[in-house]
């Protein structure tokens, strides 16, 4: 990439991380990193959004330039990594916490998972719960009907593909509750109402005060359609979900083959050629 300085003034990229940012093995490759540092030593802002709770974000932060807070929980939350503070939180609706005894029935396979105050709660165990072990999160197995009083941040349903479709068509068409979200074939969550990333992304540029900001977004899966639909000009990566490139402009290689990397060179290709104009 050529080096002209500040020529990502005015620009935000907000990126999702699993299947997106990271690679099919989960890791960063070295040229989104080299590409991301490049983004905002050159003026560029840069942060991201994703389903992770906290303890996982953190485990890669350190690794990355991020310049702004970042959305956690499909926009639940967005944490301040630099003061360590919460600047937006919601939790789920007391009414909707049965959705969980609702599913336990519907399908006794799949795993459900409460998160409260970066806590897992293993309501209902399975094969994919199983994935914490020997990485340092606090899960806690054993759950009682205490778990009904703590504040949910949100329902994470688990589980083969089949079996979550089925779920998921089950809670949308016949339970009747639309606040559900696949962020991956295998993960299903129950969030707040009115709650997605692009509405969680809303509340940060209005808090940052970068209204005329151009912003950037990328993601790969159904939980990411608010996020792309907010922005300026959104990025399906090429291995996302079919359902979400049909709603995509603009579709990138595979997380594999370094789409942020991509996308920041599509931005600086853009500017050379002054082919970017007014949303």
């Not at 990502?8 to 080299?34: H, I």
């Not at 300026?232 to 979900?241: K, V």
């Amino acid at each position: 990439m050529e080096d002209f300085m500040g020529h990502f003034d005015g620009y935000l990229l907000v990126s999702d991380m699993d299947g997106t940012l990271l690679n099919s093995k989960g890791k960063l490759s070295e040229e989104n990193k080299r590409a991301i540092e490049y983004f905002v030593d050159n003026g560029g802002q840069f942060t991201l959004a994703t389903g992770r709770m906290l303890p996982s974000v953190k485990r890669h932060i350190h690794k990355l330039k991020v310049t702004l807070p970042v959305i956690m929980y499909n926009g639940t939350k967005i944490y301040d990594f630099s003061n360590d503070e919460v600047i937006y939180e919601k939790f789920l609706e007391e009414e909707r916490k049965e959705i969980i005894e609702v599913v336990a029935k519907i399908n006794s396979n799949v795993g459900i998972e409460i998160y409260s105050d970066e806590v897992v709660y293993i309501y209902k165990s399975c094969k994919q719960t199983e994935r914490f072990t020997n990485l340092g999160y606090n899960v806690i197995y054993e759950v009682d009907e205490s778990i009904f009083e703590k504040k949910w941040t949100k329902v994470l349903v688990v589980g083969d593909k089949k079996e979550l479709d089925f779920v998921e068509n089950y809670l949308k068409e016949v339970y009747g509750d639309k606040d559900i979200v696949r962020s991956s074939s295998i993960y299903l969550e129950v969030i707040p109402r009115n709650i997605s990333k692009g509405q969680a992304l809303q509340e940060l540029i209005k808090f940052k005060e970068i209204e005329n900001f151009k912003i950037v977004t990328a993601g790969d899966n159904m939980n990411d359609v608010e996020l792309i639909e907010v922005a300026h000009y959104g990025f399906c990566i090429g291995n996302g979900s079919e359902e979400l490139k049909k709603k995509t402009k603009y579709i990138t290689p595979s997380n594999d083959e370094h789409a942020i990397e991509f996308i920041i060179r599509w931005i600086e290709n853009q500017l050379k050629y002054n082919n970017i104009g007014n949303r």
